[in-house]
T-cell receptor
Framework: DAMVIQNPRYQVTQFGKPVTLSCSQTLNHNVMYWYQQKSSQAPKLLFH???????NEADTPDNFQSRRPNTSFCFLDIRSPGLGDAAMYLC???????????????FGSGTRLTVV | GQQLNQSPQSMFIQEGEDVSMNCTSSSIFNTWLWYKQDPGEGPVLLIA?????ELTSNGRLTAQFGITRKDSFLNISASIPSDVGIYFCAGLNQGGSEKLVFGKGTKLTVNP
């Protein structure tokens, strides 16, 4: 089945140690998103790629970076994780299918990040 | 910025009861989405609404896109224990920024 896959499901990292979360998709969607979700809150958009164009949210800390080497993969890099960065990180995709019809958003299962 | 007001914040119901939750917005959306999120999982799309006035069903779930394009509701009929979770509404303007605006969620508890 076409889907959005996030790895790993659980990630433990040390305070200040760089960490990378990955997302892959088989939907061939042109837009990929990264969201941060803290307990009992709605997901918060960090940034998204429209094809190769990177779109950062104004309030996303510089500590968060992203890479999209190709259509299928997108990475979230946290350069120096702090205790406040512990959260669920969700990847999502969206796109269009013929006839022009919005297709998405589809979320991955998320990566639960713990900072120790 | 755009905000969605989702209510109620939480619901405690008995198995078999019907459930209704809604979202309102101060601005217009051209797409409304309803998601369910189980603990430790990502949101799963339940229903997508694309036209004002549209009424769509998915099994025991029914959702409507308000005529003003500023609101939507989700109904669940004959609730079962596996309906437990957090339900999020989300608004989207396709062809624009493609950004989802989420409601704060409705936490549903179903007592057997």
């Amino acid at each position: 089945d076409a889907m959005v896959i996030q790895n790993p499901r659980y990630q433990v990292t040390q305070f200040g140690k760089p960490v990378t979360l990955s997302c892959s998709q088989t939907l061939n969607h042109n837009v990929m998103y990264w969201y941060q979700q803290k307990s009992s809150q709605a997901p918060k958009l960090l940034f998204h790629y429209y094809d190769k164009d990177f779109n950062n949210e104004a309030d996303t800390p510089d500590n968060f970076q992203s890479r999209r080497p190709n259509t299928s993969f997108c990475f979230l890099d946290i350069r120096s994780p702090g205790l406040g960065d512990a959260a669920m990180y969700l990847c999502a995709t969206s796109g269009y299918r013929l006839p022009v019809r919005f297709d998405g958003y589809t979320f991955g299962s998320g990566t639960r990040l713990t900072v120790v | 910025g755009q905000q969605l007001n989702q209510s109620p914040q939480s619901m405690f119901i008995q198995e078999g009861e019907d459930v209704s939750m809604n979202c309102t917005s101060s601005s217009i959306f051209n797409t409304w989405l309803w998601y369910k999120q189980d603990p430790g999982e990502g949101p799963v799309l339940l229903i997508a609404l694309y036209k004002a006035g549209e009424l769509t069903s998915n099994g025991r779930l029914t959702a409507q896109f308000g005529i003003t394009r500023k609101d939507s509701f989700l109904n669940i009929s004959a609730s079962i224990p596996s309906d437990v979770g957090i339900y999020f509404c989300a608004g989207l303007n396709q062809g624009g920024s493609e950004k989802l605006v989420f409601g704060k969620g409705t936490k549903l508890t179903v007592n057997p």
